[in-house]
C-alpha cells in the first residue's frame, strides 16, 4: 500500500474528551471514527487491525473444536420472554417494535438463538457434544457510553455457545475454552489472567473473567500477594478479621449518641475503634415484578458493602433486579433514622424486609449498633444472642486484608475485562425447552456453556498495555503493517528509485509494506509512524546510496543498521 493512497486521517490533537490513551491514539491515528454516542466506524487501518484479531481467533476456536455461525442480529422479544431474561436483563437491552407492532431486540448476547438453534436440530447425545461460535456486531444500551471502544454501545464480540450430555463434559470444554483463551491473548501479545468472578445477567453456576492489569481499568481485581489466588472484587473472599485489642468493655444498654449519625462520629463519641460497631446499609430491592422491597445489609464499621455480593444474596431470596440507594426521607417513612438503624426491633419495623449480616459478623459481640431512634446506640451487643440470622459474604475485600487460602496479604489492581467464560448449566435449555434423549432414550435438557471475548475492546486493551507516549504500540500479530518505508527525500531520484525496489521486493515477499511516498518532511513522516505503530520503519536516507539502511522497530524504538538484503531477510523472517 503506497501512503499516498492510503485513507489514514490523521490529526495533529487528540479528541478533547478522550481520558484514556486508548481512545486518544484510535481516534488521532484515524483507526475509528464516532458516529454516535458510544457508536464508531473502522477505518482502513481499524478494520485491519482488527481484521487480524479476528483472524488469529478463528484460528484458534477452530482447533479447539468449534464451529464458526454469524446469528442474527435482530431477536424476536418473545425468545427472551420465554428464557425469563426480558425484564432481568435491564434498561441496556434494547427493545423495539416493527410496522406489525411486535418487539424485538438488539442483541447483547446470544443465548436464547443459540439454544434455539440446538432444540431445532439436536435430538439425540450422539450429536453432542457441540460448541458453535460467531464474531458478531453486539448492542448494549449503556447509560454512560465512555472511553473510546472500551466501553461502547455498539461493539464486535465473539460468543460461543456449548452443548453436553452432562455436566462433566461441560467441566471438560470450560477447561478447554479457558485453554483456548490462552492461546488467543498469547498470540496476541496480551499479559493476561484469569480469575474467578460474577456471572451477571448472563447467569450460570460458575464464570472466569480474562483480564489484563492497567491503571485505567474500570475493573478491581483482588490477589494475593503470596500465593495464586485472584478474582474480580465483587467475589473475592477474605479471612475472618483478626479482633483488635482494643475490645470496649460494656454491658448491654441503650446509650445515648447525639448527632453520630456517622461511624466516625459514633467511633469519636464512644470512643471504640470502627471494627465493633455495625454499619446498616439500606437499598431499595428492584424485583422482575416492578415491585420493590427494602433490604438491609450489616457490615462492621470500617468495611463497606460489596453491592454485586450483596445483589445475589438478594437473588437467592427474592427475583432482584437490581438495588437503588434509599434517601434519609425513605427512610423515616419506615420509621428508620439514618445513622441510628440497628437489629433489635427491625422486624417488627419493616415486617417484609429483607435483613443480611456480613459472614465476619457470625457469633460477633461487644458490637454497638443503631438503636432505631434518633440519637441512640446499644453498646454491649452480642449477635450470638439472636436467632435466625442470615450470614452472607457481602463485605468487599479490601486491601490489606488477608487471604482466606494463604495467609498472605491481599491487593487491589485495576484491571480490564478482555474474555469472559460461563458454566450456564441448563439454565437456558429448560427455560426455552431444548432436550435431547440420552442412552436411555430419556428426554434431558442440555447442560451448556458460554464463551465471550469482546473483540473491538481488544484494540483498546492492547494499546492500554502497549503503547507510549508517542503513539500506539501493537504487537507484531495484529500491527497493520509490518513496515513502512519512509523515504527521507521524495525529491530525490536516486532515494525513490531505491525505496521503490525495496517496496517491490517486500511486496514480492509477501511483506506487509507501506511505502510513505507523500512529499512530507521527514519528521513529519516519522511523527506518523510513531502514531500509527507499523511494527517497524525502514529509512531510506543518503546512507541507502551507500547500501546502509536504518531499521527502527516500534516497540521501544530501537534502531539498527542493516545492509540491503540483510534488511530484507529480517523482515521476512521477522
Not at 178 to 202: H, M, T
Request: charged content about 25%; proline content about 4%.
Amino acid at each position: 500500500m503506497r501512503y499516498s493512497h492510503l485513507f489514514a486521517p490523521t490529526l495533529k490533537e487528540p479528541p478533547k474528551d478522550a481520558v484514556l490513551k486508548s481512545h486518544k491514539y484510535l481516534v488521532q491515528a484515524g483507526f475509528i471514527q464516532q458516529i454516535g454516542s458510544g457508536v464508531y466506524s473502522f477505518l482502513p487501518l481499524g478494520q485491519r487491525v482488527l481484521k487480524k484479531i479476528i483472524d488469529t481467533i478463528d484460528a484458534v476456536m477452530q482447533a479447539h473444536g468449534a464451529q464458526s455461525c454469524l446469528f442474527n442480529f435482530v431477536t424476536p422479544a418473545a425468545l427472551w420472554q420465554e428464557s425469563g431474561r426480558l425484564e432481568k436483563y435491564g434498561k441496556e437491552l434494547l427493545v423495539f417494535k416493527d410496522r406489525k407492532e411486535n418487539d424485538f431486540v438488539l442483541g447483547p448476547t446470544h443465548e436464547e438463538v443459540a439454544t434455539q438453534i440446538a432444540k431445532a436440530h439436536i435430538k439425540s447425545y450422539k450429536q453432542l457434544p457441540l460448541n458453535l461460535y460467531q464474531i458478531h456486531t453486539k448492542f448494549r444500551d449503556e447509560i454512560r457510553p465512555r472511553f473510546g471502544l472500551m466501553r461502547a454501545r455498539e461493539f464486535i464480540m465473539k460468543d460461543a455457545y456449548s452443548f453436553h450430555t452432562d455436566l462433566t463434559d461441560l467441566d471438560r470444554e470450560f477447561a478447554n475454552m479457558q485453554e483456548a483463551y490462552n492461546e488467543i491473548f498469547d498470540q496476541l501479545g496480551l499479559k493476561v489472567r484469569p480469575v474467578e468472578a460474577d456471572s451477571g445477567a448472563i447467569g450460570g453456576s460458575k464464570s472466569k473473567e480474562f483480564v489484563l492489569l492497567s491503571p485505567s481499568g474500570e475493573d478491581t481485581l483482588v490477589a494475593c500477594s503470596n500465593c495464586a489466588y485472584v478474582a474480580n472484587v465483587e467475589v473475592a473472599k477474605r479471612a475472618k478479621r483478626e479482633e483488635p485489642l482494643n475490645v470496649p468493655q460494656a454491658a448491654f444498654a441503650k446509650f445515648p449518641t447525639p448527632n453520630t449519625p456517622t461511624i466516625e462520629a459514633v467511633s469519636a463519641y464512644l470512643k471504640v475503634d470502627p471494627f465493633f460497631i455495625l454499619k446498616a446499609v439500606v437499598k431499595k430491592v428492584l424485583l422482575e415484578n416492578n415491585e420493590s422491597q427494602t433490604a438491609i445489609f450489616f457490615v462492621r464499621g470500617d468495611d463497606s458493602l460489596e453491592e454485586t455480593k450483596a445483589l445475589n444474596a438478594c437473588k437467592a431470596l427474592v427475583p432482584a433486579l437490581s438495588l437503588e440507594d434509599m434517601e434519609s426521607a425513605a427512610l423515616k417513612k419506615c420509621g428508620l433514622f439514618a445513622g441510628y438503624i440497628g437489629p433489635y426491633g427491625l422486624k417488627h419495623l419493616l415486617p417484609n424486609a429483607l435483613v443480611f449480616f456480613d459472614t465476619d459478623l457470625q457469633e460477633a459481640d461487644s458490637l454497638i449498633c443503631g438503636a432505631n431512634e434518633e440519637g441512640a446506640h446499644f453498646v454491649g451487643v452480642d449477635l450470638s444472642s439472636f436467632e435466625g440470622l442470615n450470614y452472607q459474604d457481602i463485605a468487599t475485600a479490601q486491601d490489606g486484608q488477608i487471604c482466606a487460602l494463604c495467609g498472605g496479604v491481599l491487593e487491589h489492581h485495576k484491571s480490564i475485562e478482555v474474555g469472559h467464560i460461563f458454566k450456564l448449566g441448563s439454565k437456558y435449555s429448560q427455560s426455552l425447552g431444548a432436550q435431547f434423549l440420552d442412552q436411555e432414550g430419556r428426554a434431558c435438557c442440555f447442560e451448556m456453556g458460554c464463551y465471550g471475548i469482546g473483540v473491538s475492546r481488544l484494540l483498546a486493551a492492547i494499546l492500554e498495555q502497549n503503547s507510549d507516549e508517542k503513539g500506539c504500540v501493537w504487537s507484531e500479530a495484529v500491527a497493520p503493517f509490518k513496515v513502512v518505508i519512509i523515504n527521507a527525500n521524495t525529491k530525490d531520484p536516486k532515494l525513490n528509485a531505491l525505496s521503490e525496489t525495496l517496496y517491490s521486493a517486500l511486496l514480492d515477499a509477501k511483506v506487509e509494506t507501506l511505502l510513505d511516498d507523500r512529499p512530507e518532511r521527514f519528521g513529519a513522516k516519522m511523527a506518523d509512524f510513531e502514531l500509527i505503530g507499523c511494527s517497524y520503519a525502514l529509512i531510506v536516507g543518503n546512507k541507502a546510496k551507500e547500501g546502509v539502511f536504518e531499521l527502527i522497530k516500534r516497540h521501544g524504538l530501537e534502531k539498527k543498521e542493516f545492509s540491503r538484503q540483510e534488511v530484507l531477510d529480517f523482515l521476512q523472517g521477522a
